[in-house]
């Protein structure tokens, strides 16, 4: 395998960080793929991760930039061992951090990563995932095809069985689908781990918000991604080893975070440029949806549409809390005999097929005539 000689770059501290953007100086040579890692209290996976990132099969020149964000095990020391194996495979590292009472966050972390780093490419890695051999190679590849896109891939989860339907999410959906499933409770239709993007499209949409714990850095940026035009796009292979475990940020991030995030966003995307909807599930969580849209945007919902005869029976919603005299009351019909386009507020993979053989019996197309929000 040939691999080009190390870039002689000098080891970045945060205090000597430039600004994301700014050009380097002639000194620092320009590198091919920037391999981004945040670490806090990482150390007991970091030797598997590190041990990856060694193995990579990519010929171009590539660094490995960490930011280590207040950990207090030994995590920045782990990784100082490793500095002679990385650059004995031609990966130059870059690793600065701070040492403060209280951590600032994945997304300060991510984006002190990417200050001092200098790919035109940036491969984003999690301390507690691994990589495999091809995973540089094939997602720089697709990014050369896909210069402003975010590019996935496939994942292994462990441990196994860890997050079942989530991961027969990550790995099922179709191209078409990436784009068309972005408001789903399930987060980025590519997960962040597995993030292959330009520098200049990070420059475009980012930097990563820093609110700390609590924020879904990931899932901002994502949607900011989608805002600017942005495409999505997965190399359809398993490149990394996604491991699950209680310590993981995102449990930080609470469940009505993530739903007044994706009800703002399909507001703006969808709601924003239709005159009417339906909402497909009379229940629960279609009536919570109902109830979290904007006055204007309530007004556009002319029915809900159900399977369960009880609820069909009742003939409508009663919208209770509203100010308005008389209180608004939305029809509830039969889904065959309900309009498109709708919003579907089914949970998927849950319903043995039935959902999407009743979806497919109308004809409907997903992105045109219907959109999941579950």
Known sequence: MEVKPP??????????????GEKEEAAWSAVDVSIVMPVYNASCWLDECLQAIVRQDFTGSMELSVFDDASTDDSRNVVESWREKLEARGITLLISGHSS????????????????????????????????????????????????????CRVRRVPEGSTERYTRWINTLSQEQLATQVYTSHGPTV?????????????????????????????????????????????????????????????????????????????ERLLGRWDNVTIWNAGKQGRKLYRSLS?????????????DENKIHKGFYTYEESKERPKPKIPILHYADATAPFIVCVKLDMTGGGLEENLNSLQLKEGIDYYHFN
Not at 7 to 16: F, G
Not at 120 to 137: G, K, S
Request: aromatic share 10%.
């Open 7 to 20: 870039k002689r770059l000098r080891v970045a501290e945060e205090q000597h960080a430039s600004p994301a």
């Open 101 to 152: 009472v209280h951590p600032k966050g994945v997304g300060f972390a991510k984006n002190k990563a990417i200050t001092q780093s200098h790919g035109e490419y940036l491969c984003f890695q999690d301390a507690d995932d691994i990589m495999m051999p091809q995973r540089v190679r094939l997602q720089y590849d697709a990014s050369l095809l896909h210069q402003n896109s975010l590019i996935g």
């Open 191 to 267: 997960v962040m781990p597995t993030w292959f993007c330009s520098r200049k499209w990070f420059q475009e949409v980012g930097p990563f918000d820093e609110g700390g714990k609590g924020v879904p850095e990931d899932l901002l940026f994502f949607y900011q991604s989608l805002r600017r035009g942005g495409g999505v796009t997965r190399v359809d292979e398993c490149l990394l080893v996604y491991r699950y475990h209680e310590k993981a940020a995102t449990h930080s991030v609470t469940e009505e975070t993530i739903w007044r995030l994706r009800v703002d966003f399909l507001q």
């Open 295 to 307: 006055p204007a945007n309530r007004k556009k919902v002319k029915a809900f549409c159900d399977v």
